[in-house]
């Protein structure tokens, strides 16, 4: 399974939504505390670009020597509708100073430097140590995962209720005379998960290992077509 380090990076490296949260500013309205860009540095440390006029910038500009703390706040939801949609969240703390020169005309660079961090998402809670955060590398497919759950839902439904079959016996549905609706709900290096359900009121998670890590989409592909030929059989 992936390390809570490696899943805490993916999150900060994805497309999820992220607030910049700094203590005393609860006045600040959440677009202002998005960032536009952001990305992980060598040493672990978080480079955040909010709009130059953002409260935090403002904030970090004016704590000049003064240690300003904040946390990035990070929640993932699944690129495809199924109950219970948010994935997960990730907490990343730490101090918050000014970079000059790294922005382009209307944005700020901001440097969060890691102080500790913590993810709450599929796998469980834990904490993670920042030289854990900064030496983890973020999933290999994390660009694409959102663009290929949806192919997946979109043009692979029989292929994917199949992967019921792959489950061994389970217990008759209780308000339904078919078997449970598969929605793919994650995917990472080391496999699928998805989540049946057979109404609104009753689902659960199920998760197909690949044969090994793979390292890319044409990787990817292949171990699906493995796994489909599998339920297939």
């Keep these: 399974m992936p390390s809570a380090a490696e899943r805490t990076r993916t999150l900060v490296q994805s497309t999820c939504s992220a607030v910049l949260l700094v203590p005393g500013l609860n006045a600040a309205g959440p677009d202002q505390l998005m960032p536009l860009t952001r990305g992980v540095g060598p040493d672990g440390d978080l480079f955040l670009e909010l709009p130059t006029d953002s409260p935090v910038v403002r904030a970090a500009t004016h704590a000049e020597d003064d240690e300003l703390t904040a946390v990035l706040e990070i929640t993932d939801v699944a690129p495809v509708s199924v109950p219970h949609r948010i994935r997960g969240r990730a907490w990343v703390s730490g101090w918050l100073t000014t970079v000059p020169g790294m922005s382009g005309p209307g944005g700020t ?40 759950l949806q192919h997946l839902h979109a043009a692979h439904g029989e292929q994917l209720d199949a992967l019921y079959g792959l489950l061994g016996e389970r217990p008759a549905p209780s308000r339904a005379s078919r078997r449970p609706v598969v929605v793919p709900l994650a995917l990472d290096r080391y496999g699928l998960r998805v989540r049946l359900y057979e109404g609104r009121d009753r689902c659960f998670d199920a998760r197909f290992e690949f044969p090994g890590p793979v390292r890319d989409v044409g990787e990817l592909r292949h171990a699906m077509h493995t796994l489909f030929e599998a339920a297939a059989s």
């Design 109 to 148: 660079t901001l440097r969060l430097e890691t102080g500790e961090a913590y993810i709450d998402d599929l796998w469980g809670a834990e904490e993670v140590e920042p030289d854990a955060f900064r030496d983890a590398a973020p999933d290999p497919l994390v660009g694409h995962e959102a663009e290929l």
